[in-house]
């Protein structure tokens, strides 16, 4: 089966799209993901440390305290609101949430970002805080995939207990597996450009533009032998065209699939492959999809922490400051960015909480982490004023007093979509465009499409990944171009004059190059459709258009005796053919 470069063009695109529809689909679906494989690790982690938690001088089972821990590590709304209970949060307070913390659907909601102050009332004594406590372990137990089974009363170390069962230590020397390990060296290289190369500014935005830049260079090899293989593409055009010219006019399937034989068979013959200027786009996603998880995560892949750590801080970041978190939201999926960029500006002092986070066994061990993060020294993800590390998304979601500071960063989406969009016009210009058949609408709608839908994707992306990444999107698709503009003038493509095509056509076709030509006329019938005979039926024998009027029954039986009479109008074609062949011939003498 051959492919048009039509064709090609077509699954290209398909392609391209399908990679990017899936890039967004796992930036979406990976927070749920990542969130169900934090809590298989910990339900883990409760599981096989059950039986230590027992140790404190509790009245309940070492059954009941396992299975009532794991089923709140389960459920994280659950277990903010029993820490908030048990008084297990930043001031050591046992507070009570003043609002329903059940939705209609029955499961716990739970908004991470109410503070102490905000939606809680504080609680006088334990007696006050359990009952509240049990309500909550109940609801829990109903929600759960397997009830269990609740104490009627709870004592301080019964709360202690459980909350010990719940707790997991955080992995600090684990540093990922190989693919990791690729991404960071390239994270490594984005902290030497970061310290050295920023003119002692220490930002991470400039270094990522270096990178950007070094990839295009390192790309230029590739950027070379594409145009290249361009260049062998447009010196076929003449043939092409005259392939194109033979049948123009003609669109049933059987013409269609005659011309692309054709001009796949004049592809083979010239040795030009149309795939192979494919390779640098393809070469090109895998790089920009790993960039994408190197700056949303500088933690781990650039600051050199261990990989449980980035999850670990996004766990405590996320928590309700009345549980003793941060009180924070992400945008991005172990966005130690938007941490960081916290960090940077808020200083140490207000993640103090983390020393005593009661999800972690070994808390204070994760708070001297971050204190190295910040002696080192925490990269400016900012431009000028502009904090780059948080998301354009997050000025919509948090609230009129954040969107007032940060509304510059919806700039961000626009201004990609802006570039991006110019920037595919302009590369169209500047590029070689295949022929297509004056009557494919199909492709020009396609392109049509293409020109909005591949921006307006960027602009979904770049609402919801940090502003970096925007950043650094709009400086590659600006560099693509300059470098399309420098490969346009130092290897141009041919241009060719009409005697080019009159050329190309006597080559392939000799003195008879254009198809059979209406009785009469020196022009062919436009209205000979098909290379079969379909339509036969609707011209007459001198191939003048007489259409397909509406008949009778009689008129039909009359018609279908007379065709059998008269064979179907293969022999006007033929007649045509013959009479241009001697036509040719009669201008060839007189010459």
């Known amino acids: 089966m051959t492919m048009n470069n039509r064709d090609v063009k077509s699954v290209f695109v398909k392609l391209i799209a399908g990679l990017m529809l899936a890039f967004v689909l796992v930036s979406v679906a990976a927070p749920v993901a990542f969130a169900e494989e934090t809590t298989t690790e910990q339900s883990t982690e409760a599981e096989t440390s059950a039986p230590e ?12 305290i396992g299975d009532l821990g794991t089923m709140l590590v389960a459920n994280d709304a659950a277990r903010q609101l029993f820490l908030a209970a048990c008084g297990y949060n930043a001031q050591g307070a046992y507070l009570k949430y003043k609002g329903g913390y059940l939705n209609d659907k029955g499961d716990f909601a739970f908004d991470s970002t109410l503070g102490i102050e905000e939606g809680y009332e504080q609680m006088e004594s334990w007696d006050e805080a359990s009952v509240y406590a049990i309500e909550i372990l109940r609801d829990a137990s109903k929600n759960a995939k397997n009830e269990v089974t609740v104490p009627e009363s709870l004592t301080e170390a019964d709360a202690k207990a459980i909350v010990e069962v719940m707790q997991t230590a955080v992995d600090l020397e684990n540093n990922g597996n190989f693919l990791d390990a690729i991404l960071r060296a390239i994270g490594f290289a984005l902290n030497w450009a970061t310290k050295y190369l920023t003119f002692g500014t220490n930002n991470y935005i400039l270094s990522l533009l270096y990178f950007g830049l070094v990839i295009e260079i390192l790309m230029l090899p590739f950027a070379i032998s594409q145009q290249k293989n361009t260049i062998k593409q447009a010196k076929l055009r003449p043939k092409e065209m005259a392939i194109r010219k033979r049948y123009a006019g003609r669109n ?3 013409t269609m699939q005659k011309v692309n034989q054709e001009i796949q068979e004049l592809y083979q013959k010239e040795n030009y492959n149309p795939m192979s200027g494919c390779l640098p786009l393809l070469i090109q996603l895998p790089i920009v999809m790993a960039l994408y998880y190197v700056v949303i995560d500088p933690a781990f892949y650039v600051l050199g922490q261990a990989k449980a750590f980035s999850s670990a ?3 405590y970041f996320t928590t309700s400051a009345a549980a003793g978190g941060f009180g924070g939201t992400l945008n991005s999926d172990r966005g130690t960015i938007e941490i960081l960029s916290k960090l940077g500006e808020q200083g140490i002092d207000a993640f103090e909480s983390l020393k005593s986070f009661a999800y972690f066994s070994n808390a204070e061990e994760c708070f001297e982490a971050l204190q190295e993060i910040v002696t080192a020294g925490i990269p400016s993800f900012s431009i000028g004023s502009w904090n780059m590390g948080l998301t354009p998304w997050s000025a919509v979601t948090s609230g009129g007093e954040f969107f007032a500071g940060h509304w510059w960063l919806l700039l961000v989406p626009v201004l990609t979509f802006v570039v991006y969009f110019s920037s595919m016009k302009i590369n169209r210009k500047l590029t070689y465009q295949p022929t297509t058949a004056a ?5 020009g709608c396609s392109n049509s499409m293409m020109d909005f839908m591949m921006p307006l994707m960027s602009v979904y992306i770049a609402f919801i990944v940090p502003a970096a990444v925007g950043i650094y999107w709009m400086f590659k698709s600006v560099l693509g171009t300059l470098k399309q503009l420098i490969m346009k003038k130092a290897m141009p493509l ?16 000799g003195k008879n190059p254009k198809p059979p030509k209406a009785a009469g006329s020196g022009t062919r019938n436009p209205n000979v459709r098909s290379l079969h005979h ?4 609707e011209y007459d024998a001198k191939g003048n258009y007489i259409g397909r009027p509406e008949q009778t029954d009689d008129q039909d039986s009359k018609a279908e005796t007379k065709n059998q009479k008269a064979p179907a109008m293969a022999e006007p074609l033929k007649d045509e053919s013959d009479k241009h062949e001697k036509n040719d011939a009669s201008d060839d003498q007189n010459s």
């Open 53 to 64: 938690a027992s140790e404190p001088s509790s009245e309940l089972s070492k059954d009941m």
């Open 313 to 315: 801080i996004a766990q």
């Open 534 to 537: 379909i339509d036969d039926d």
């Open 252 to 254: 049933d399937q059987a």
């Open 439 to 443: 009557n494919d609408k199909a492709t």
């Open 494 to 509: 041919p241009t060719f004059t009409d005697a080019d095509y009159k050329a190309a056509e006597k080559e392939l076709y």
